[in-house]
């Protein structure tokens, strides 16, 4: 479901009713429905089935003032009335349609109120916006009818299947959101394992297969105190890896360390090894299959760290940054003796 597709979709909602009086006759209440988008604004129809002999329609904004809609259009055999007025950005959120029968003197009334961020050109989101609202609308309208149903295996299987949707409409708008913030990043030369091997200063891997204790990393020369930034490494089908930041003392240490132990410090971390993902700590994270690229989010604005797959533009997992300063991308590419390669990101 690409965001990048226009939105034409036609959105049946229905509205609360906050006046109606019974009538003697069959039918139901009138019907407001979001028609789309049309002349800059969200046209909206208004449609009754009671069995009016005789009727008249009125729109009101949310002054109570009366609005002109397009003339009325009634069906001669069954009866049904319907009208339409297009709502413009700072006319007012509210519209109500309301169904009044001279002959029986009675009427009933539906009202919408609509969000600025759903009009057209307020929102760069406006598309993922609208998508979401409709999956909500639809796990609405799918629940209530199968409830009159009593089939609940059903509504389950179709709330289950809309909210996958819904996850994954959300999480293209959080991985979209994340790499408009891309930057470079280049390995440092003089802040690395020896037993690492540098090449074209984005690409590393382990000059031996041995395991090498404690941990062989090699850090950015980019250091982030402040403000979103987003990078990309292709990981491919190595069996090892590990990705973060680590704080600006660490860094530090490293580039003057001639004893080739990894310093205690603020780091955070996402470790892939023998088929698993772990944090930093070792906590395990939720049963991803592996990944040939992976971004990584660093939000100093909101302190979080996270990792996205990018094939797939999910979230894999988020980290709490606890810690302040200038913070250093680092890698690690494993003792796998396969690159791991920073990538440029494709905007």
């Known amino acids: 479901m690409g965001l990048s597709v226009q939105m034409r979709a036609v959105m049946f909602i229905l509205v609360l009713v906050p006046a109606h009086h019974p009538t003697a006759g069959g039918g139901h209440d009138p019907l407001l429905v979001l028609d789309g988008y049309k002349d800059d604004g969200i046209q909206l129809k208004c449609f009754s089935e009671r ?57 009933t009334e539906s009202s919408v109120v609509i969000a600025d961020v759903f009009f057209p050109a307020t929102s760069p989101w406006l ?19 199968k409830l009159r149903k009593n089939a609940q295996k059903e509504i389950q299987k179709e709330i289950d299947e809309l909210n ?13 959101r994340a790499h408009s913030n891309a930057v470079n990043i280049t390995l440092d030369e003089d802040c690395k394992h020896p037993c690492l091997v540098i090449e074209d200063k984005n690409k590393v891997k382990s000059s ?24 990309e490494v292709e990981v491919a089908d190595k069996s090892e890896w590990e990705l973060g930041v680590v704080c ?17 410090g603020n780091l955070l971390s996402l470790r892939f090894s023998q088929g698993e993902y772990s944090l ?56 796998d003796g396969k690159w791991l390669v920073v990538s440029p990101v494709h905007t």
């Open 208 to 231: 031996t297969q041995e395991e090498i204790p404690p941990k062989a990393v090699v850090v950015a020369t980019e250091g982030f105190s402040e403000e979103k930034h987003y990078w």
């Open 280 to 335: 930093t700590g070792g906590n395990g994270v939720r049963n991803y299959k592996p990944c040939n690229m992976v971004g990584v989010f660093l939000d100093q604005e909101l302190h979080k760290l996270s990792f996205f797959d990018v094939e797939e533009k999910c979230l894999l997992v988020s980290l709490s940054v606890e810690f302040s300063g200038k913070l250093y991308p680092f890698f690690s590419p494993g003792s």
């Open 248 to 264: 600006e003392e660490i860094r530090n240490t490293l580039r003057s360390n001639t004893i080739n132990t990894f310093p205690k």
């Open 127 to 145: 598309a993922a916006f609208v998508v979401i609202l409709l999956l909500n609308v639809l796990l609405v309208i799918a629940a209530i009818y």
């Open 51 to 107: 069995l009016f002999s005789e009727v008249q329609l009125l729109w009101t904004d949310d002054r109570g003032d009366n609005v002109t809609g397009t003339p009325l259009t009634t069906d001669t055999t069954t009866g049904n009335t319907s009208s339409s007025i297009i709502l413009k950005p700072g006319s007012g959120n509210s519209m109500s349609c309301k169904i009044v029968d001279k002959l029986l003197k009675t009427s």
């Open 164 to 176: 996958d949707e819904l996850e994954k409409v959300q999480n293209e708008l959080e991985f979209r």
